[in-house]
């Protein structure tokens, strides 16, 4: 069975601070990973993806993660929050087995400080 | 045209109406979605269309019906619907068979049972 764990259902920093935002994954094959961004009142925005290759992975609005198998893990780090960060974030877990499906974590509300 | 449209953005309905939500993509995704998201928890996963023929039920109540009339063109319709309904309604498609399985997400419909 697949599932995703997102620690911390609420982070804070400070503006201009390092955003990390952890995901931890379980998956018994070949997984996918996506983080999305969900800003107050609007869907869901894909911020990047690893699918295969490049472990770190580079996004939109300055973020990145890295897919670490041994440590099963995605996290999602920004060297430096701006205000405009501030929502809410979903890790998500895929494959290419049966891929219709993607498996959401609790999800994790960023919010920055002034 | 890179996303994915939904109407009406707000809709308050009775117990006893019927009412119905439109999803719409011109991307020529071949798979389409339906997510009911309860605030501050993850979309949970209502239906899955692949080519236009239902491929997931998520074991939804009947009162609420998809409809896919085209591959551009996805329907839920609400009927007898209960106050725990209320929630935001999320579409979603993805390209198709392949093994990148990322799903864009529409803006929302968020709905009011009274």
């Known amino acids: 069975a697949q599932s995703v764990t997102q620690l911390g259902s609420h982070v804070s920093v400070s503006e201009g601070a390092l955003v990390l935002l952890r995901c931890n994954y379980s998956s018994s094959v070949p997984p996918y990973l996506f983080w999305y961004v969900q800003y107050p009142n609007q869907g869901l925005q894909l911020l990047l993806k690893?699918?295969?290759?490049?472990?770190l992975v580079k996004g939109i609005n300055g973020f990145e993660a890295e897919f670490k198998k041994s440590e099963t893990s995605f996290h999602l780090t920004k060297p430096s929050a701006h205000m405009s960060d501030a929502a809410e974030y979903f890790c998500a877990l895929g494959s290419n087995f049966g891929n219709e499906k993607l498996t959401f974590g609790t999800g994790t509300r960023l919010t920055i400080i002034p | 045209d890179t996303e994915v449209t939904q109407t009406p953005k707000h809709l308050v309905m009775g117990m006893t109406n019927k009412k119905s939500l439109k999803c719409e993509q011109h991307?020529?995704?071949?798979?389409m979605y339906w997510y009911k998201q309860k605030a501050k928890k993850p979309p949970e996963l209502m239906f899955v269309?692949?080519?236009?023929?239902?491929?997931i039920n998520e074991s939804v109540p009947s009162r609420f019906s998809p409809e896919c009339p085209n591959s551009s063109l996805l329907n839920l319709h609400l009927h007898a619907l209960q106050p725990e309904d209320s929630a935001l309604y999320l579409c979603a498609s993805r390209p198709g068979q392949g093994d990148i399985n990322e799903q864009y997400f529409g803006p929302g419909t968020r709905l009011t049972v009274t």
């Open positions: 269309y692949s080519y236009e023929k239902l491929s």
């Open positions: 690893y699918t295969t290759g490049a472990t």
């Open positions: 991307m020529g995704h071949r798979a």
